[in-house]
């Protein structure tokens, strides 16, 4: 597992998302702190090329928005959950450590159940 440290948790504001590049890698993902929980998914939509950390995060329900075309994600997932996407889109699983956010870029869940 390569667990790559991304952010700290005080850098992220509850139903919020923040799009970051993961360091040494070339993969961007959008950062969302929903509780305790830290999800990682990446940062553009099965779609089109827009970045779903710039649509609304859905707490309660635990998905994103994208503010295209308004489809949305499941942030534990991936899944498509309406049209007009119907691929997921890849989640990485993250680690809390204290105050440090780690993504393990190594282990990505596609889910391709839809
Ligand atoms: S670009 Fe995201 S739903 Fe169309």
Redesign the pocket.
């Known amino acids: 597992m390569t667990a790559v440290e991304v952010a700290t948790l005080d850098e992220l504001v509850e139903g919020e998302a923040l799009g970051i590049e993961i360091p040494g890698s070339e993969i961007e993902v959008a950062l969302v702190r929903i509780g305790e929980e830290v999800f990682a998914i990446t940062d553009e939509?099965?779609?089109?090329?827009?970045r779903l950390s710039e649509g609304d995060v859905e707490v309660e329900q635990c998905r994103i928005e994208?503010?295209?075309?308004?489809?949305r994600f499941d942030l534990r997932t991936g899944q498509a959950l309406n049209l007009?996407?119907t691929e997921p889109v890849p989640v990485y699983p993250t680690v809390i450590d204290g105050e440090r956010i780690l993504v393990d870029i190594d282990n990505p869940i596609n889910n391709q159940e839809n």
């Open positions: 939509c099965s779609h089109g090329k827009v994208c503010h295209l075309h308004g489809s007009p996407a």
